[in-house]
């Protein structure tokens, strides 16, 4: 179940865990999905934004079609401020830089995200390195846009596929994801920041235990 950060009468703000989808899944409709589980104990909730299933960390619900309107247009004006932490496997030459590739959605019987500058939509991503390892990397992603699967296409799109990324890595260093023991993209929502009611909001959420042993493990061989 999600870990509940901050919860008051008109908003939801959680911790969600990696492995589950926030609405139900077109292959496996009978699955678990979080907004399911957290209306059992919160009653109706509105979804504002999205995680992948694979993604972990902060998510903020409305509790009111009011409310909902009202974030909804922060999101879509940029007014909410949202860092990812990805584990990337290469080192880039540049300590900042923004990818702006443009994007074009569910592509293929894997539904995959691609750069298609013809047809794609406007998409921007700014990264920063965090730390250096031998032969990987922790960046933040900064996106300005909500394409789906933006950050990890962004970043194979650089040359720095996030690790544990099967749907978008770069096959000759596939392999490379096994000894770190994460089982999926090495990415974590770390902080969403926005206004709302005149009031400022910010939320940091910890890396959870599989991205920190993999960060873990990277500190102890470097």
Known sequence: MAEILYQDDAILVINKPAGIPVLPDGWNPDAPYLLKQL??????????????????????????????????????????????HAIVIGNPRWDEHTARHPLRMNVGHSHRTVVDNRKGKPSETAFRVLERFSGYSLLEAVPTSGRTHQVRVHAYALGFPLLGDMLYCLP????????????????????????????????????????????ATLRHQH
């Open 172 to 215: 000759a260093v596939g392999q490379s994801t096994t000894p770190l023991h994460i089982d999926r993209p090495a990415l974590h929502a770390y902080s969403i920041e926005f206004e709302f009611g005149g009031k400022p909001y910010l939320f940091t959420i910890p890396h959870p235990s599989d991205f920190e042993n993999a960060l």
């Open 39 to 84: 209306e059992q104990e919160f009653g109706k909730l509105w979804v504002v934004h999205r995680l992948d299933k694979v993604t972990s960390g902060g998510m903020v619900f409305a509790r009111s079609a009011e409310t909902h309107r009202t974030l909804s247009r922060l999101f879509e004006t940029c007014a909410v401020h949202k860092t990812y």
